[in-house]
């Protein structure tokens, strides 16, 4: 079974400073990895996802994430963070050959907070 | 944008009471994810559907909870009766085809927030 650890359930930053949100994640096959964005009371938007392609994933809002097959690491960056980018992020992952369904798992999630 | 549809947004109801949340997926989605998303934690997966058919109930804790997708289309998920520990949010996503662990993106809707007093 696939399982996924967010170190850190809560993140400040300066506006402008490197964002870094770690997660790393356990799973007897080379998974799918995905980070979510969750705004207050609202449902999850993709960021990003790893699919076994390119090591280091782009996604939207000029966030990137880099796959770390040696660390089982999946964290999930941004050089210049803005007010916007205050929210909750979830990193999940799938497993492929799994036989039955198409589960996401999550993390705790990590609360962003973007100080002025 | 085509977008997941959820209601109500919220919902407050007495425990031992019963209630139904209403989803509708992207259009031409196969497969329809329950998730429940407690308070200060990931969401997590209740049931899937592949079309009209169930794929994964296994967290489903079928003694109080009920899910259909009759015409593969939209789905309703039933709680009776609701308990305290069922105050969450609930999350509806879809997806075009949902391989067995595959890769696809999953698309959220804005969840029902249950309250159970």
């Known amino acids: 079974a696939q399982s996924v650890t967010q170190l850190g359930s809560h993140v400040s930053v300066s506006e402008g400073a490197l964002v870094l949100l770690r997660c790393n994640y356990s799973?007897?096959?080379?998974?799918?990895l995905f980070w979510y964005v969750q705004y207050p009371n609202q449902g999850l938007q993709l960021l990003l996802k790893?699919?076994?392609?390119?090591?280091l994933v782009k996604g939207i809002n000029g966030f990137e994430a880099e796959f770390k097959k040696s660390e089982t690491s999946f964290h999930l960056t941004k050089p210049s963070a803005h007010m916007s980018d205050a929210a909750e992020y979830f990193c999940?992952?799938?497993?492929?050959?799994?036989?039955?369904?198409?589960?996401?798992?999550f993390g705790e999630g990590t609360q962003l907070t973007v100080n002025p | 944008e085509a977008e997941v549809a959820q209601s109500p947004r919220y919902k407050i109801t007495e425990k031992s009471q019963a209630v139904a949340f209403w989803c509708d997926p992207i259009?031409?989605?196969?497969?329809l994810y329950w998730y429940r998303q407690i308070l200060g934690q990931g969401p997590e997966l209740l049931v899937q559907?592949?079309?009209?058919?169930?794929?994964?109930d296994s967290q489903l804790p079928k003694d109080r909870f009920s899910a259909e997708r009759l015409k593969g289309v939209d789905s309703t998920l039933k709680i009776q009766p609701a308990e305290l520990g069922d105050s969450a949010m609930y999350l509806c996503?879809?997806?075009?085809?949902?391989?067995?662990?595959?890769?696809?993106?999953?698309?959220f809707g804005p969840g029902t927030r249950l309250l159970v007093l």
């Open positions: 996503a879809s997806s075009l085809v949902g391989v067995a662990g595959g890769q696809e993106t999953q698309y």
């Open positions: 799973s007897s096959v080379p998974p799918y």
């Open positions: 790893y699919t076994s392609a390119a090591t």
């Open positions: 999940a992952v799938s497993a492929p050959g799994e036989t039955s369904g198409s589960r996401l798992t």
């Open positions: 259009s031409g989605h196969a497969t």
């Open positions: 559907f592949q079309d009209e058919s169930v794929v994964d």
